[in-house]
């Protein structure tokens, strides 16, 4: 068999506009047009897309307009795309992909195998947390003559994540799945992480753009490399826009000149420029640090102002018992009139029983109580047939 190669590309977030800015919606999409280059300079088999490719579940027509066009190159070299629904994204019926599917620019991966030469290719979309523990990793057997298999996912799984970021682990995939897997290619993690765990290896493409100002470690995608069965990975850096972040410290007296001298000693020119005013409160406003980094040649400019913050007296909280507050926190319920269901979602929120700390993985685990108790309120009214759909996207969450 010959060598199949195939490029592996994630969270590339088509139509964010980070930080309120056109530019950075456009950053996005030239991320992705670079991508695909690739993909056809390369002259790979396939490009497998493991989710968040939009980065709204309802993205606005011309972003979706910019992505059908942005893959023509790989039709006119019959190249397929192929890919899977990520969180971001997910809608409860139809998908995007599905768009895209129809005009044979993309096609879905799912729990049968697509064979591209002697691989098999399988995808599972982002599973809610709600169900994971009832989801069902069965997948197909793959035909004989396939050398090696690989399971696309949108899941946070450690390892390659690790600590609190990671939402469940490994090896509850690889003992749940029936297929001997050589790869399992994730995305959700804006970070290029791989694991090799019980003869599978395990990684993370990275985002194709920084969604994050932590996010160091992006604009990247893997070439994996496949021959008689074994699978090898090299990781290609695409060109994105560069980033300065860092804070300025101001004095009391500080004005527009420690501004000034701050930015000349700094390179910002076509730069996303991130800057948190810390110290004192002063004369210089934050509007006025965003005008002056935009003078200095800045693309973009955010700013958080956290001078005149008050450093909080962990000692005297320390002093406070905390079953005190619980107590006066139940005798305050009590007084209310609230469903056994808020009380219930109080309760767990409160005693942090393992929810998810994301606002949309929260969302997620309470999304059953809640489908009850609405169901149950409304017994004798028609229930709607659509899925409610809990989850709220939040900057920086992935
Ligand atoms: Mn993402």
């Not at 994050?212 to 074994?230: F, P, R, S, Y």
Request: proline fraction near 5%.
């Amino acid at each position: 068999m010959p060598q199949t190669r195939l490029l592996h590309v994630s969270d590339t977030h088509l139509g964010k506009r980070q930080y309120g800015s056109d530019v950075r919606r456009e950053d996005f999409a030239d991320a992705f047009e670079r991508a695909i280059e690739l993909a056809v300079e390369r002259d790979v088999d396939a490009v497998i897309h493991t989710g968040d490719l939009f980065d709204d579940p309802v993205p606005s027509l011309p972003t979706v307009m910019r992505c059908a066009s942005a893959l023509e190159p790989l039709e006119e070299c019959d190249i397929p795309f192929y890919g899977i629904v990520g969180n971001h994204e997910r809608k409860n019926d139809e998908q995007w992909l599905d768009l895209l599917r129809r005009t044979n620019a993309a096609t879905r991966l799912d729990r049968e195998p697509t064979v591209v030469n002697d691989v098999a290719l399988y995808g599972i979309d982002a599973v809610r947390r709600s169900v994971w523990d009832t989801t069902s990793f069965d997948l197909e057997a793959p035909p004989e003559d396939v050398e090696c298999s690989i399971l696309c996912m949108h899941e946070l799984l450690e390892p390659p994540a690790e600590g609190i970021v990671a939402d469940h682990p490994v090896e509850d995939v690889l003992e749940r799945v029936d297929v001997d897997l050589d790869g399992l290619a994730l995305g959700d993690l804006h970070q290029p992480k791989s694991a090799h765990v019980d003869g599978t290896d395990v990684w993370y493409a990275s985002a194709t753009e920084r969604c994050a100002k932590d996010q160091e470690e992006t604009g990247l995608v893997q070439l994996l490399e496949i021959e008689d069965g074994n699978l090898t990975r090299r990781q290609l850096e695409l060109e994105t826009r560069p980033w300065a972040v860092f804070p300025i410290n101001f004095g009391e007296d500080d004005s527009a000149d420690h501004v000034r001298d701050v930015f000349d000693r700094r390179d910002l020119t076509n730069a996303v420029t991130k800057i948190e005013l810390i110290g004192e409160r002063g004369a210089v406003t934050a509007n006025e640090v965003s005008r002056m980094a935009r003078d200095a040649g800045a693309a973009v400019v955010s700013v958080d102002d956290n001078r005149g913050r008050v450093e909080l007296d962990v000692d005297s909280i320390e002093a406070m018992s905390l079953q005190g507050l619980d107590g006066a926190i139940e005798e305050r319920l009590a007084d209310e009139d609230f469903s056994a269901v808020a009380l219930d979602i109080d309760g767990r929120v409160r005693e942090d029983e393992g929810l998810n700390d994301t606002v949309s993985g929260a969302a997620d685990d309470l999304e059953p109580a809640l489908r009850d108790a609405q169901e149950a309120a409304f017994d004798d009214v028609e229930a709607p047939d659509e899925e409610i759909d809990a989850t709220v996207p939040t900057e920086g969450d992935e």
